[in-house]
């Protein structure tokens, strides 16, 4: 089976760094995803991972440790715009390559 | 380009009554899914399909069915509404050979059943 936990709630002020983490376990392993949802709305793709080690775009980042089951997305020179859920997800390697989510990280955004 | 398509937006339906969610994408992914989402459980998977005529269940197929008949659409049956299934609904697809793309939402469709 699978299990992904992050933190329920996270804030953090303007202009600063956050890093929210994600830990999982699953039985196969095809690729880690970062995602955003802003209340009310469908959840948008931010990163991709499924080798160890940082990917970067723009003010995002995500790193991976296949061997640790952890993985964290980084956010940099925080706008309020970025006030948000942030939902960690697992794709499979068997099984149709089912991708699971986490519960989700909701994000605030403080001046 | 319209992407993902979910139709209605909003629904409410009395307990037993059966409905079709629609969900269609012109993006030509092979990979559909079915994610439900309720607060505090993030999105659970329904049912999903690698391309037409193939569709599985996912965590929480019960008192749901799906077909896919073509590339394109991806209808969602509820087959006897019950409370329980008070929740949002959101389609999503992604090409089946490009791990690096993740996947493309609809705009959900909000379902209470009284």
């Known amino acids: 089976g699978q299990n992904i936990d992050q933190p329920t709630e996270m804030t953090a002020t303007e202009g600063a760094i956050v890093q929210i983490n994600c830990t999982y376990q699953?039985?196969?392993?095809?690729?880690l995803f970062w995602y955003q949802q802003h209340a009310g709305e469908a959840p948008t793709f931010l990163s991709y991972?499924?080798?160890?080690g940082l990917e970067e775009k723009g003010r995002f980042s995500s790193f991976l440790s296949r061997s640790k089951g952890y993985s964290y997305l980084l956010l940099k020179e925080l706008q309020m715009k970025d006030s948000a859920s942030y939902l960690c997800?697992?794709?499979?390697?068997?099984?149709?390559?089912?991708?699971?989510f986490g519960a989700g990280t909701r994000l605030f955004v403080k001046a | 380009n319209a992407g993902v398509t979910q139709t209605p937006k909003f629904q409410v339906l009395k307990t037993g009554q059966s409905m079709t969610l629609q969900c269609a994408q012109d993006?030509?992914?092979?990979?559909m899914s079915w994610y439900r989402q309720d607060p505090g459980m993030g999105l659970r998977l329904i049912h999903y399909?690698?391309?037409?005529?193939?569709?599985d269940q996912g965590e929480v197929p019960n008192g749901y069915n799906v077909s896919r008949s073509t590339t394109e659409d991806f209808p969602l049956r509820l087959l006897s509404a019950a409370p329980s299934q008070t929740s949002v609904y959101f389609c999503?697809?992604?090409?089946?050979?490009?791990?690096?793309?993740?996947?493309?939402f609809g705009s959900g469709t909000r379902l209470t059943v009284v």
């Open positions: 997800a697992v794709r499979g390697n068997t099984g149709g390559f089912k991708t699971i």
């Open positions: 399909s690698v391309g037409a005529g193939i569709t």
């Open positions: 991972n499924v080798l160890d």
């Open positions: 993006m030509n992914h092979e990979y």
């Open positions: 999503a697809s992604h090409p089946w050979e490009d791990n690096n793309y993740g996947y493309t």
């Open positions: 699953t039985s196969g392993f095809n690729g």
